[in-house]
């Protein structure tokens, strides 16, 4: 909440010195006097825009966080759905190890084929199986973030999603909450 507090404050601050510095501009303009004072005025409008574009710059890297963020979580959903759907359509094998062997599913294509999907990388690890002599009964699926300040996502065959709201998968495998 603080961050959002100095955005705000510096989004306001920005379009408080982008129109006092354009009306301070427009006064000397009508002054006869029009080649002295516009230094300050001119500083008030580069720092004015320039605050403006910092606050639009974070407030988009926000949004398009929270679309990574929500981008993962579907596709750890749709994951798990596909885990069971291969481990029902091959009894003798159960869970697999593999993104590719995965049903083939539109919404998961991208994190099937090479295991990266809008900002996160999915891995599937911790299958148990016996060599191959007994079905696999178990899988961890991560979504680890490939960018800095968006979270971390795991689960297993349960199908409960866990997170780490520091991008830490092994923070989130070890005692992530629920989401």
């Excluded at 605050?51 to 750890?76: H, K, N, P, W």
Aim: with cysteine; glycine share 12%; charged share 20%.
């Amino acid at each position: 909440m603080h961050s959002f507090g100095l955005l705000l404050f510096l989004l306001l601050a920005s379009i408080a010195s982008i129109l006092f510095g354009h009306d301070w501009l427009s006064k000397i303009r009508r002054n006869a006097d029009r080649s002295r004072r516009k230094g300050f005025p001119r500083a008030l409008l580069v720092v004015g825009y320039l605050g403006l574009a910092i606050s639009v710059t974070t407030v988009f890297q926000g949004l398009l966080g929270l679309g990574y963020v929500d981008s993962a979580i579907g596709s750890m959903r749709t994951l798990v759905d596909a885990e069971a759907k291969f481990a029902k359509a091959h009894p003798s094998l159960g869970y697999t190890c593999v993104l590719s062997e995965l049903p083939p599913d539109p919404p998961i294509g991208s994190p099937a084929k090479n295991g990266q999907r809008n900002g996160y990388s999915f891995e599937i690890t911790g299958c148990r199986g016996n060599s191959g002599q007994e079905p696999n009964p178990g899988y961890t699926l991560t979504a680890r973030p490939l960018h800095k300040g968006i979270p971390a996502f795991c689960t297993d065959q349960s199908g409960i999603l866990r997170s780490d709201e520091n991008g830490s998968v092994e923070k989130c495998l070890k005692n992530g909450p629920a989401l």
